[in-house]
């Protein structure tokens, strides 16, 4: 895994290997991320950050004084997270080791609930079913962020054409492949992936009942060239749950 990093063409100084093998973490938001950041600086309720390796989010979510449940498969990433925090931090840093779509709160317990870059790994009844999850826990006028790839990058164009015949034909989830995909900076073959456009994800929250504030594509400048395409490597939505609940 190390020798991928020490290559000069995927060297990046925004990319940390995690130790699970499941790709990197960035230490840099996207705008989806600053805006769950933002809106964490007035909630009342603890907010969820789920899938964090080494917590580069939930740290900038700690900045604005919220309380934080920091979850990720790695109890040993969240170990290196927990040890890099400042003591008050650490009361305000509730960790949460294990499986995110394994996870239970309390129905409306939670202010926000945020997923960064791993949505491409789950299949679409396992998308549903989390979104819905989201959509119990949080209170009314809660917020969810989810960020997400899409097939238009430089390590998944080979799927382009078969996606967009798919898509045409009106398939609920016509990203979601078994095919073997270069992705995750090569380091990893999984058995899938599920690559996603906006509309997915913004129909998704709308079935689960929630407003949808804001959806579109991402780029991702800060990836290696050939890692990039046109600007809609990635993309991301953020959803209100309605006060009227």
Partial sequence: MDAFYDDPKNSNPHFKPTLNAHGHMLDVLDEYGEAFVA????TTKPVADLGVA??????EILKTGATVYANDLSEDMLKELNDS???EERLRCI????????LDFEPGSLSGVLALRWFHFLTGPEIREVVHKFFT?????????????????GRAKSFIPEYEERKAAGEEWPGFTTKQIQEVGGLLKRESFHKMEPVILERELKLAGFDVEKAGFLTRSYYPAHWQLDGREYCGVIGVKPKNL
């Fill in 54 to 59: 080494f917590g580069f989010s939930t740290k």
């Fill in 137 to 153: 826990w949080l209170e009314p006028g809660g917020k969810v962020v989810i960020t997400c790839s899409t097939p238009y990058s």
């Fill in 39 to 42: 809106f964490a600086r007035n």
């Fill in 85 to 87: 925090l400042t003591e």
């Fill in 95 to 102: 960790l949460k080791p294990g499986n995110a779509l394994e």
